[in-house]
């Protein structure tokens, strides 16, 4: 596993990174979660606004960090997501994070703001993520991230169907 090092730039915008900077801190990232892979669903209702919880939310925000906004990710078998919250997660009270893809939850809420979503289908998604106190309710939702995901194909570039490969041609006689 990479170290991760944070960073604020001029302008005081917080920076990530997986590469040193003179006055980063090192980010100590805690177990991945592996979601399974689900089928494509288009649940329009699941993106409506969300539930509101009768505690006061303690979450200043939260945010996907990966893949960043409008990122294109190339020949990926899978696809590591990366979450953070201000304050951090407060698991001690049972709170854990939902992650959504396309508008539909996957998997179960973990403790942990590190998935990795395997078999993903090639296409452009949005990812948001939701912290849900221990009863279940929502309590903050980030808002969607876009990010394209490209894998080589064999597919004829005007029909758009699949060629059989060209078999190899037979040395000729000389």
């Known amino acids: ?22 006055g980063a801190e090192i ?8 979601i399974p892979g689900q089928a494509e669903q288009h649940d329009e209702a699941a993106t409506d606004a969300p539930l509101v919880a009768e505690e006061p939310n303690p ?5 996907v960090l990966a893949p960043g906004q409008d990122e294109t990710l190339r020949d990926q078998q899978s696809v590591a997501v990366d979450v953070m919250t201000v304050p951090d997660l407060l698991v ?8 959504y893809m396309d508008g539909a939850p996957l998997g179960e809420p973990s403790k942990t703001p ?15 993520v939701a912290v849900l106190d221990q009863g279940g309710a929502e309590l903050i939702r980030s808002t969607a ?10 597919a004829d570039a005007k029909s758009g169907k699949s060629r059989p490969p060209i078999p190899p041609r037979p040395p000729q006689a000389q």
């Open 1 to 22: 596993q990479a170290e991760v090092y944070r960073w604020k730039d001029a302008q005081g915008n917080a920076v990530f990174s997986d590469i040193p900077h003179q």
């Open 114 to 128: 590190h998935f990795v979503l395997p078999g993903v289908d090639r296409g452009t998604h949005q990812l948001a």
């Open 27 to 34: 980010i100590e990232l805690g177990p991945t979660t592996i």
């Open 59 to 63: 979450y200043e925000s939260i945010v």
């Open 92 to 99: 001690s009270v049972g709170h854990r994070l939902q992650l």
């Open 145 to 154: 991230t876009v990010f394209h995901l490209h894998k080589t194909s064999v």
